[in-house]
């Protein structure tokens, strides 16, 4: 009888020891974890290469009485190298539409590019006037004359000064006068650098 007692707890524990190696052998392995993946910063845009400077405009009023007039722009012209280069387009001297109304003004600037590669100024646009366009002042004959261009170009590591008697914006029927110390926004479209925001500044020239 004791023998016999003896040999059913070995049984038993026998059996005890199989269910536990069992259990441990169903277990499923944790998966690995991996290591999160470093954080990476969004990639920026290249900063432009063109800064606009010295933005100005000439006073004038819509009615006319005073401030542009097509020779303010062309006020001291001389024919200057980077007039040479300037391709006229179809428009007549002056390059004005027939009657836009209100008088037209004109805008000045300077830019640099610091690249090494050459861009080109190809339109300005803004709300100060009903058309809005680059002109150039070419000598015909003996008579300056202002027309229309297609763009302005920068060169590369240089810059282009936008003034009276060479390239200009001209302010084409302009929906509000403009006085000696106001402000107004325009956005310049560059070939590469795309568009650019500046603030012009009303003054006399200087």
């Not at 169903?26 to 400077?53: D, G, R």
């Not at 300037?86 to 209100?102: E, H, I, L, V, Y």
Request: hydrophobic residues 45%.
């Amino acid at each position: 009888m004791r023998r016999f007692l003896i040999a059913t707890l070995l049984v038993a524990a026998l059996g005890l020891s199989a269910c536990g190696t069992s259990d441990t052998a169903s277990a499923p392995a944790a998966a690995p974890t991996s290591a999160p993946l470093p954080a990476t910063a969004a990639p920026t845009a290249p900063a432009s290469a063109i800064t606009i400077t010295n933005v100005w405009a000439r006073p004038a009023a819509m009615g006319g009485t005073a401030g542009a007039k097509p020779t303010d722009a062309m006020a001291g012209a001389k024919p200057t190298d980077a007039m040479a280069g300037a391709k006229p387009t179809d428009a007549m001297a002056g390059g004005m539409a027939s009657d836009m109304g209100g008088a037209n003004g004109a805008m000045y600037l300077t830019i640099s590019n610091s690249g090494g590669a050459p861009d080109r100024l190809l339109k300005v646009v803004g709300d100060i006037a009903k058309s809005i366009e680059l002109h150039t002042v070419i000598k015909n004959g003996d008579v300056m004359q202002m027309r229309p261009v297609e763009a302005v170009d920068v060169p590369a590591n240089g810059s282009v000064e936008l003034k009276p008697g060479s390239f200009h914006v001209m302010l084409i029927g302009l929906n509000r006068d403009l006085k000696l110390g106001d402000t107004f926004e325009m956005t310049l479209q560059f070939e590469k650098a795309g568009p650019i925001k500046v603030q012009a500044v009303v003054k006399q020239p200087e």
